[in-house]
């Protein structure tokens, strides 16, 4: 080949070589330029509709477009994440991932998805611990002494759950595992009833999420004996962890966004970039923390190996307590 031809064909396959590249960055530079959907597998209300809306609201101002919440209600979140399984892999189509997911997967049987195959991670958004609550008149005021009491009258201490599966339930079963005690588990159709039963006293104990605890504890309707995340929550800056009484117990709802497999990477980190962005913003990080804990800026990958950990975590919890879905 002569040389004028050589440099013009070198020239001419450095310039295609680079055409992915500078496609990919033209395709992150012009995202969004069409609304974007947010999916909740869940009905209006819960922990991550909140998370939800609190996110499409950071991104739509920031982004230039909107960013939509739909809820997607059924199958303990299943039907929303199947949705989003299932939509293209373009950053159109995003899953809000809360604690259902990773307990999902090992309590369905056969789901026609793999969600950590399935769903590309693109940031966490907070932890948030839930709040062990007693009915008042049980005579015990720390973990220790509910632990004792407990031992002392075995299966005569109904713990209430929002269902079978549910957050508050496996956060329950791990505690009995781990304290060595036996109670009955009282399943009931969201938190709403389990908490009106607890108060009521037909039931003794839940495990129940921060934000619907806080009013009834505040008002001396429920006592708090702990919270189950790792250190202690600030919107219960008095009240210990589990873990001061049970070392090693550990019990928080997982909260952040993700997308379809294969979506592309540089739509992901721009996702990322900016939800981190809403989580060092004061006005945001004082919303998020009505969860009840501090929301942390993570990276796609470290939010995919936290989403791997808990699913094999609940998994565990599950298969040994024999837990199936109803």
Do not use: C
């Not at 720390?142 to 549910?166: C, D, H, L, Q, R």
């Amino acid at each position: 080949m002569k040389l004028p031809h050589r440099r013009r064909f070198l020239h001419l396959a450095t310039g295609a070589a680079a055409l992915p590249a500078m496609s990919r960055i033209a395709r992150a530079q012009a995202y969004p330029s069409r609304p974007v959907r947010i999916v909740v597998g869940f009905v209006p209300g819960g922990a991550q509709d909140f998370v939800a809306r609190l996110v499409a609201q950071w991104l739509s101002e920031r982004l230039g477009h909107q960013f939509i919440v739909e809820n997607r209600p059924g199958g303990g979140g299943n039907i929303g994440a199947e949705a989003v399984v299932n939509a293209p892999a373009d950053g159109y189509t995003l899953l809000v991932v809360g604690p259902p997911n990773v307990i999902n997967a090992s309590l369905y049987q056969k789901l026609n998805f793999n969600f950590m195959r399935d769903i590309a991670p693109i940031a966490g958004v907070v932890r948030a611990p839930y709040v062990m609550e007693v009915y008042p008149a049980v005579p015990t005021k720390t973990v220790s002494e509910f632990i004792s009491y407990a031992k002392a009258n075995p299966g005569k201490i109904n713990m209430a759950s929002a269902g079978i599966g549910t957050a508050p339930h496996v956060a329950g079963e791990l505690f009995k595992m781990m304290a060595g005690v036996d109670m009955v588990h009282v399943p009931y159709r969201g938190e709403g009833a389990a908490l009106t039963d607890l108060i009521g006293g037909q039931v003794q104990v839940i495990f129940g999420t921060l934000p619907s605890g806080l009013p009834l504890i505040s008002a001396g309707k429920l006592r708090a004996l702990a919270v189950t995340g790792a250190t202690r929550s600030h919107a219960l800056p008095d009240t210990p962890t589990v873990a001061e009484s049970v070392p090693g117990y550990e019990a928080s709802g997982l909260f952040g966004v993700g997308a379809p497999k294969d979506t592309p990477s540089e739509i992901i980190d721009k996702l990322n970039k900016e939800i981190n962005a809403a989580l060092t913003d004061p006005k945001m990080k004082a919303r998020f923390a009505e969860l009840g804990e501090t929301a942390t800026p993570t990276s796609p990958a470290d939010f995919g190996k936290l989403i791997a950990d808990e699913t094999e975590k609940w998994g565990k919890v599950i298969r040994t307590a024999n837990i199936k879905a109803e």
